[in-house]
């Protein structure tokens, strides 16, 4: 399975349809959006559009810059999944995610966010492979020391080491875009708004 990974569209159109020509050019199974795909909700248009009408299956979970009800409206107007507190199982891989952080638009307490995303997991537990998405990147990473106002979250840290899920995709610190780390067996990843791809 190939992904197509990104977060932190904040809105910008030409963006998100550079992002659904590199999916469709590197023929990718799934495009996953980690939150902040609004700019403050200013508006939602011709965001996940150019996904859909190159028919590319879009997972998302909402960021600091959108609530659950706009990831929600994102995801039924155009038959993409919002994974916050859900889970879906492709081909041998089970995703499942917690949207949100602990400022902004939509706030989560570190407990909500844990116990959202074991409600997901849970429905994947058995799968042989397992993905984690999330917005906001877990505590006492290096991704944290890229901001000084960003803290990482408890609740996900707890969530990884617990689930042990083979990758976590966020985003959120735009300064640590790209950086890779390991949290125990998991492999985090700030996936950044340019996108990375990644084969399973």
């Known amino acids: 399975m190939k992904i197509l990974a990104s977060g932190d569209i904040h809105g910008d159109i030409s963006l998100a349809r550079r992002l659904a020509e590199k999916a469709e050019k590197e023929k990718v199974d799934l495009v996953v959006l980690c939150g902040d795909i609004t700019n403050f909700e200013m508006s939602t248009e011709n965001l996940i559009g150019p996904f859909a009408a190159k028919k590319q299956k879009v997972l998302l979970v909402p960021g600091n810059h959108e609530t659950i009800a706009t990831a929600d409206f994102l995801a039924q107007q155009y038959g993409a999944t919002n994974l916050h507190g859900y889970s879906i199982k492709a081909?041998?891989?089970?995703?499942?995610?917690?949207?949100?952080?602990?400022?902004?638009?939509?706030?989560?307490?570190?407990?909500?966010?844990?116990?959202?995303?074991?409600?997901g997991h849970d429905y994947v537990k058995d799968m042989s492979k397992k993905i984690m998405v999330t917005h906001v990147h877990p505590s006492d990473t290096k991704m944290e020391k890229f901001s000084s106002f960003f803290?990482?979250?408890?609740?996900?840290?707890?969530?990884?080491?617990?689930?042990?899920p083979d990758i976590m995709l966020c985003s959120h610190v735009h300064e640590a875009e790209g950086i890779e780390e390991k949290v125990g067996k998991t492999r985090v990843i700030n996936v950044g708004k340019e996108g990375k791809i990644i084969d399973l």
């Open 151 to 164: 803290e990482g979250s408890k609740g996900i840290r707890k969530a990884v080491e617990s689930f042990e």
């Open 91 to 119: 081909e041998d891989i089970g995703l499942f995610g917690c949207g949100g952080a602990n400022i902004g638009l939509f706030q989560l307490d570190e407990k909500e966010i844990y116990d959202l995303l074991k409600k």
